[in-house]
């Protein structure tokens, strides 16, 4: 499962140090993914940076910080600004490029990166189709879910005909794999 990742060889976003997967600064990723932080974050460094300094100089323009609401509101945003930039260049220092592997169809176990058509069988709903990836990337409304949600977790490892029950916060569901790819 987790150990049958291929990870692309992209000097620019390995690790020196970090080699298990169990690191937990370990960042898994698609080539998109780490691609859409990277332009978060230039457009952090490059643009909110400035629109928070201009604003912090305007708050301090209007004299007596201690009672000036405006000049918190832009200490709090540039904290978070630069909160969110270390995080970002903590993610991309460690980002592992998640590829898909080339195995045969019909015994092709479910992996980050794997795009996996299940149905609700608890509920007898139409089939949905999700793209399995880290944490970093999730978004249940775009249809990818992360390798360690509920879903995500007992997914990993099967294969297409496969029956997987997964306690949900509405309960005990049943899916059942119809394809892989």
Do not use: C, W
Not at 28 to 39: N, P, S, V
Not at 155 to 175: F, I, N, S
Request: glycine share 6%.
């Amino acid at each position: 499962m987790a150990d049958d990742i291929l990870l692309d060889d992209d000097s620019s976003t390995q690790t020196g140090s970090a080699g298990a997967f169990g690191d937990d600064d370990l960042t898994l990723i698609t080539k998109e993914g780490l691609k859409k932080l990277k332009e978060e974050l230039d457009y952090l460094k490059t643009v909110r940076r400035q629109e928070v300094a201009q604003r912090l100089k305007e708050a301090i323009s209007y004299g007596d910080l201690s009672e000036n609401s405006e000049y918190e509101e832009a200490k709090n945003e540039q904290a978070f600004v630069e909160g969110r930039i270390i995080e970002l260049e903590q993610k991309i220092k460690n980002a592992k490029i998640i590829s898909e592997k080339k195995t045969d169809m019909r015994s092709k176990e479910i992996d980050i990166g794997s795009t996996v058509t299940v149905m609700n069988k608890t509920d007898n709903d139409e089939p949905e189709t999700y793209t399995i990836v880290g944490s970093t990337e999730a978004d249940p409304l775009d249809y990818k879910i992360s390798n360690e949600s509920p879903i995500g977790k007992m997914l990993l490892g099967k294969k297409a005909g496969d029956t997987v029950q997964v306690d949900t916060p509405a309960g005990m569901m049943r899916y059942e794999v119809l394809r892989v790819s």
